[in-house]
């Protein structure tokens, strides 16, 4: 069983549009942290949202914890060919220990 | 120093082959990781490894062999593997605790022929 699906699995879109990408779950997260992946390269963390509701703002990207803390979005706008990669979301579970689940990913392609 | 690293970069190996894959961190993190990842598809959670002791092992068949020498270095004894085996192993480290901010390293492209 997926936790965390993501939506769309795919986008390709071109330079100076704006994009949303889904993080969804039926359970309830402590936090939600979202990464990005580039070709040959690991995940690397962009942003932890820890308070239901809670909005942050990473220049372009904005990211939002859900309410009920059980889904999150990521936005981009005027996206950029440097925006390519792999975006994941994750989030803790199996209790107080160390795992981390990724969502299903979402490959973002932008054309200049 | 903010960087985990791991070697070698690319991995090719027969499925009689022993081999091993190695990583290495110097931020004084307690956890680290062994993640499979698939291409396009994200990272599976394999071993945790906290306070140099194994503490999570997510049914990971025993082909795979992990060890921690030390606080900093982490490896994976490989042998005996199948072609599906093949894909991106990266290795994570962390402060540790649910949430706690993990630092990957740039993986090892592993290909089983």
């Known amino acids: 069983t997926q936790l965390l699906e993501q939506s769309p699995q795919f986008l390709s879109i071109q330079e100076g549009e704006n994009l949303t990408v889904y993080c969804n779950s039926s359970?309830?997260?402590?936090?939600l942290q979202w990464y990005r992946q580039e070709p040959g390269e690991g995940p690397v963390l962009l942003v932890t949202?820890?308070?239901?509701?809670e909005v942050k703002k990473l220049k372009r990207l904005t990211f939002q914890f859900g309410d009920a803390r059980k889904d999150s979005s990521l936005h981009i706008t005027a996206a950029q060919p440097g925006d390519t990669g792999l975006y994941l979301c994750?989030?803790?579970?199996?209790?107080?220990?160390?795992?981390?689940?990724f969502g299903t990913g979402t490959l973002l392609a932008v054309q200049p | 120093d903010t960087e985990v690293t791991q070697t070698p970069k690319h991995l090719v190996m027969g499925m009689t082959n022993k081999k091993s894959l190695k990583c290495e961190q110097h931020?004084?993190?307690?956890?680290m990781y062994w993640y499979k990842q698939k291409a396009k598809k994200p990272p599976e959670l394999m071993f945790v490894?906290?306070?140099?002791?194994?503490?999570i092992n997510e049914s990971v068949p025993s082909r795979f062999s992990p060890e921690c020498p030390n606080s900093s270095l982490l490896n994976l004894h490989l042998h005996a593997l199948q072609p599906e085996d093949s894909a991106l192993y990266l290795c994570?480290?962390?402060?540790?605790?649910?949430?706690?901010?993990?630092?990957f390293g740039p993986g090892t492209r592993l290909t089983v022929l």
């Open positions: 931020m004084g993190h307690r956890a």
């Open positions: 490894y906290s306070y140099e002791k194994l503490s």
């Open positions: 359970s309830v997260f402590s936090s």
């Open positions: 949202v820890v308070t239901g509701g």
């Open positions: 994570a480290s962390s402060q540790g605790g649910q949430g706690a901010r993990k630092f």
């Open positions: 994750a989030g803790p579970y199996g209790g107080a220990t160390n795992k981390l689940i």
